[in-house]
Each structure stands twice: as structure tokens, then as C-alpha cells.
């Protein structure tokens, strides 16, 4: 008895896969001008050298705990055949809230919005809206 809670215990915390849960949701796209953000403002320094990061939709904006989280988001699928990259994806880091951006996104209510270069790796930059897999990599 005693072994088999051992081995359930090691198959539910080993077994299982270790990698983060990944979410499914939409992406849009946001052009310059990206400052001020709602999560640090006119700081210049916010922004990654890589130039890769992006807004929170209300979905995961929670309250500004979302800045400076990192999410590895990935193309699924978009109204438009061909729009997503194949086997591309993206690391980005959060720094506004999508609903407060310094300049409109491509798309209304969606789960993230990517700045140009991000959105533009993953996808066809003419297409407004993806759909997109996202995972937190806390
Ligand atoms: C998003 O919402 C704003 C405010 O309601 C509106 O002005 C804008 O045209 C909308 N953008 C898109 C792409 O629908
Ligand atoms: C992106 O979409 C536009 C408009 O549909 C198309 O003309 C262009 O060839 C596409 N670019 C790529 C890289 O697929």
C-alpha cells in the first residue's frame, strides 16, 4: 500500500510533463509610438534590446502583475490562409496594458498585442488578428 502511494506520487510529480502549461488565445499587432505604457511609463530603458515585447489583454493584464512577464508565443492559425510563419515562434515581455496603448492595436479585445517586430516574426504583418499559443516562462 505504502509503495503504491510512492509510485503515484512519483508519477504525478515527475511524470507529467515539465514544461509550463501553454494557453490559447488571439494576438494583434501595435506600431510606434509605444510610449508612455501602463506599466512603466516614459522609461526608455523598459523596452529588451531585442525589441521583442508586447501589450496584456484584459484576459491576463491581472491587475499590472502581468509587466514584465515573459511568454513564448507561437502562430496557431488566422482567418487568412498562409498568415502564420511556420515553426516560428517568439519570446516577448509585457510591458502596457492593451486596452491603454500610445497607438491603436490592429485589433480590438485580444489576448496579447505584439509590438511590430514580434508580431511580424510569427505572422504576416498584413493580417490584423492570429490565433496564438502562449506560455508563461516565469
Ligand atoms: C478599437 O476600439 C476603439 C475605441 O472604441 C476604436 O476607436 C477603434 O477603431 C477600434 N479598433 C479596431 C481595429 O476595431
Ligand atoms: C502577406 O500578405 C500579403 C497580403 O495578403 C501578401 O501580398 C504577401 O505576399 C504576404 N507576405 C508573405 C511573406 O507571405
Redesign the pocket.
Known amino acids: 500500500m505504502l509503495t503504491n502511494s510512492l509510485l503515484f506520487l512519483f508519477l504525478f510529480f515527475f511524470a507529467l510533463p515539465s514544461s509550463a502549461v501553454a494557453d490559447v488565445g488571439t494576438a494583434a499587432s501595435y506600431g510606434p509610438p509605444y510610449l508612455p505604457t501602463a506599466c512603466y511609463g516614459n522609461d526608455q530603458s523598459q523596452f529588451p534590446v531585442d525589441e521583442l515585447f508586447a501589450a496584456a489583454g484584459e484576459g491576463i493584464w491581472d491587475n499590472g502583475a502581468a509587466c514584465g512577464r515573459q511568454y513564448l508565443v507561437r502562430c496557431l492559425s488566422a482567418a ?1 490562409r ?2 502564420c ?1 511556420e515553426g516560428q515562434q517568439v519570446s516577448i515581455v509585457v510591458v502596457d496594458r492593451a486596452s491603454k496603448l500610445a497607438s491603436p492595436p490592429s485589433r480590438n479585445g485580444t489576448t496579447l498585442v505584439l509590438n511590430t517586430q514580434a508580431y511580424g516574426m510569427i505572422a ?4 490584423v488578428g492570429i490565433n496564438v499559443e502562449y506560455t508563461d516562462q516565469v
Open positions: 487568412t498562409g498568415a510563419a504576416n504583418l498584413s493580417v
